[in-house]
Nanobody, 121 residues
Framework: HVQLVESGGGSVHSGGSLQLSCVASGWTYRTYCMGWFRQVSGKKRELVAAFDSDGSTSYEDSVKGRFTISQDNAKTTLYLQMNSLKPEDTGMYYC????????????????WGQGTQVTVS
């Protein structure tokens, strides 16, 4: 049974920083993609950053240069370092995982955390 648990959200002022964490348990696949999605009320979830099991990363254009996705050496925790935060970064952030390479479509991710709220004012 795969479980993803996010933490690290909160409220910050523009220009501030937050680091999100996602602890994964029960994941046994060697080839996978893990991503951070953002959802704003009334809109679809969008992939903002993805981490491939081969170590490659990808980012949505609006967060390039400001967000960094990484994984710890034990491959149990996924991070999202968010710097120079803007009000438009506000939303619920979800950690998700799928078998196979990145990025795929949202529907391909079949393992989701409960989400953590990020508010930038």
């Amino acid at each position: 049974h795969v479980q993803l648990v996010e933490s690290g959200g909160g409220s910050v002022h523009s220009g501030g920083s937050l680091q999100l964490s996602c602890v994964a348990s029960g994941w046994t696949y060697r080839t996978y993609c893990m991503g951070w999605f953002r959802q704003v009320s009334g809109k679809k979830r969008e992939l903002v950053a993805a981490f491939d099991s081969d170590g490659s990363t990808s980012y949505e254009d609006s967060v390039k240069g400001r967000f960094t996705i990484s994984q710890d050496n034990a491959k149990t925790t996924l991070y999202l370092q968010m710097n120079s935060l803007k009000p438009e970064d506000t939303g619920m952030y979800y950690c998700a995982a799928k078998v196979g390479s990145c990025p795929g479509k949202t529907k391909d991710y079949n393992n989701w955390g409960q989400g953590t709220q990020v508010t930038v004012s």
